[in-house]
Structure formats: C-alpha cells, structure tokens
C-alpha cells in the first residue's frame, strides 16, 4: 500500500511559477513509476508527465520545456516543477504511482490532487 499526498498548489499568475510535490509512504517507493495528472473543470484527467525508476521522463507534448519532473527516492518525494504557466494549466493536479510507465491513467495509488489556478 502507498500513500500519496500532494502539497505547493495555488494561484499564480500567467507566466508564472510553482512547485507541487508528492510525498509518498511505504519502503519501495524506488520500484514505482512516479506521475503527475491533472484535471481541468468539465474535462477528463489527463496525463502530464512521469518519472520511470531509473530517472528518464515522460511529458505531454503541451508542456515539455515548461515543467520538470524529478523524484527524490531517498526522501520518497517527487515534484512537478512547472514554469511559464499558461491559463489552460489550470487544474487539479494528481500524484500517481503505478508499476508500469504508461500516459492512461492506470496506475495503482493516487494522492488527493492540489488544485492548481493560472489567472490573467
């Protein structure tokens, strides 16, 4: 069993910046694949980005050169760094963990979601 809990959303400005992070408990943390999904008002949740066990990433094509994705397996800890944010990031943005990289939302744990707002 993993817990996840998100944390470091808000309101921000276009063109801004914020860091989400996603705590995790449990020992194997470093065997999960790691993700972030997020959850526009009326829309279905979709993929942002994720993060396989040996480091290598994956981004959604709107978001690639924008947000980072990073894991921190001794502390069980990964973060979403998101950068020059536009008003269609709004959302609420989930941490997943799963065994299996994939961009469908088919992983196994997931946290509460922090809500993310992007205003003009």
């Known amino acids: 069993q993993v817990q996840l809990v998100e944390s470091g959303g808000g309101l921000v400005q276009a063109g801004g910046s914020l860091r989400l992070s996603c705590a995790a408990s449990?020992?194997?943390?470093?065997?999960?694949?790691m993700g972030w999904f997020r959850q526009a008002a009326g829309k279905e949740r979709e993929f942002v980005a994720a993060?396989?066990?040996?480091?290598?990433?994956i981004y959604r094509d709107s978001v690639k050169g924008r947000f980072t994705i990073s894991r921190d397996n001794a502390k069980n800890t990964v973060s979403l760094q998101m950068d020059s944010l536009k008003l269609e990031d709004t959302a609420v943005y989930y941490c997943?963990?799963?065994?299996?990289?994939?961009?469908?939302?088919?992983?196994?744990?997931w946290g509460q979601g922090t809500q993310v707002t992007v205003s003009s």
């Open positions: 997943a963990a799963g065994r299996r990289a994939t961009m469908t939302p088919e992983y196994d744990y």
């Open positions: 993060i396989l066990r040996g480091g290598a990433t």
């Open positions: 449990g020992r194997t943390f470093s065997s999960y694949v």
